[in-house]
């Protein structure tokens, strides 16, 4: 498995190249890995020409779902057939508690630790940010409540799910004119116990694409430290999701 973070109790967010079409990122993603590196640091999303709306910004494209959006220059983006998940701690498969695909991080190695004293040296992100399909669910505003409160259990309070808190669940509508639903989770009282155990927030930007499929935009990051990503930054990449075409599809 190529992963970005191993599964430890505090920060789990772990990552894997998926092989096949991945049409559907939701939890229960069969995690099929291979060991072929990535596309190139220098080019990892390929051929793909979107502009970004945001002048000096990255674009992140997820041609799997039509998706793109835009992030600050610090991000770094990961090839297209990137999955990033988070999981039980004590499940012995892995098995995705939720996960997304073509991720952009910030920081990948904002804090490193070998919790379980084992050898084995684990990075932590500072934030991630990417999309997924969303089909099985019933509705945006479901998914707006509950994509941020299962990221932020799965990457920074496990096993105590009493430790999040929803958040504000809200119609949206994106610059390009996509209207959806964002919804809001953070946690409180996660106690540094390790070295990367911090408090988190995600967001989450659900919606109906042309066909009518629902699919969703996230974000998570630590909470209460001295780089969070302000709430304004967060809220203004959700605004810059756009539907994408695939150029070889035209």
């Known amino acids: 498995m190529i992963a970005a973070t191993a599964v430890v109790a505090a920060a789990t967010a772990t990552g894997f190249v998926l092989l096949g079409s991945g049409e ?4 229960g993603t ?11 640091p220098d080019n990892p999303r390929g051929t793909d020409t979107e502009t970004a709306t945001v002048k000096g910004w990255k674009v992140v494209v997820n041609p799997s779902q039509g998706i793109a959006f835009d992030v600050p220059p610090q991000w770094a983006l990961q090839s297209t057939s990137w999955v990033t998940y988070v999981s039980e701690n004590d499940d012995p498969d892995d098995t995705p508690l939720i996960a997304m695909r073509a ?15 084992g050898g084995t040296v684990e990075d932590t992100p500072l934030a991630v940010a990417g999309s997924r399909g969303n089909n099985g669910a019933r509705s945006a505003e479901e998914i707006a409540g509950s994509d941020p409160r299962t990221w932020v259990y799965g990457q920074f309070t496990q096993p105590d799910k009493n430790k999040v808190r929803p958040g504000t669940v809200k119609p949206f509508t994106t610059n390009s004119g996509i209207k959806g639903t964002l919804g809001t989770a953070w946690s409180v009282g996660v106690k540094s116990t390790q070295k990367c155990a911090t408090n988190g927030k995600a967001w989450t930007f659900a919606f109906k694409n042309p066909q009518g499929d629902l699919a969703s935009w996230s974000f998570f990051g630590a909470k209460g430290v001295s ?9 203004k990449i959700a605004a810059t999701v756009r539907l994408y075409t695939d150029p070889s599809d035209s």
Request: hydrophobic content about 20%.
């Open 30 to 40: 069969d995690p099929t890995t291979t060991t072929s590196p990535p596309a190139s």
């Open 103 to 117: 991720p952009a991080y910030l920081k990948e190695q904002w804090c490193t630790s070998d919790e379980d004293k």
């Open 227 to 235: 780089d969070e990503v302000p709430d304004e930054t967060v809220r």
């Open 24 to 27: 559907d990122d939701r939890a």
